[in-house]
Every structure is written in C-alpha cells, then in structure tokens.
C-alpha cells in the first residue's frame, strides 16, 4: 500500500493503478486500497465509470469518500 500511495503521490498513476490492483488481489475488502484505487482511475481522465465502481466498493465498506 506504502509504494501504491507513493506513485499515486508521484502521478505514477499507471503504477499506482498496479499496486492496487495487487494490494484488492490479496485483500478484496480493502476499503481504502479500493477508495485509492477510485481516486487513482479519476486522475487518469476518461475512467469514471471504473472509479465511481471502487468509490461505491469504498463506501460500502465503510471508507469515507471525503
């Protein structure tokens, strides 16, 4: 998750994307790696579909999106 916040921090948006889609393999109820993972698809542009999926998986599992 260190390295996933990392290139989401450095706009390595593409590996940040990867981590977190390593980090939901071994834990799907991850609600924050899913809320990350949302926000990350946001930043990439023409992705909302995909983010607003994980951004519903993080609030259903108790992450606040704010």
Not at 26 to 45: C, F, I, K, S
């Amino acid at each position: 998750m260190l390295l996933a916040r990392s290139y989401y921090h450095s706009a390595q948006l593409r590996r940040a994307e990867e981590e977190l889609r390593r980090v939901l393999d071994a834990d799907p109820v991850d609600g924050y790696a899913h809320l990350m993972l949302g926000r990350t698809l946001e930043r990439q542009g023409g992705r909302a579909d995909e983010a607003a999926t994980q951004l519903r998986l993080a609030e259903a599992l108790g992450q606040s999106l704010l």
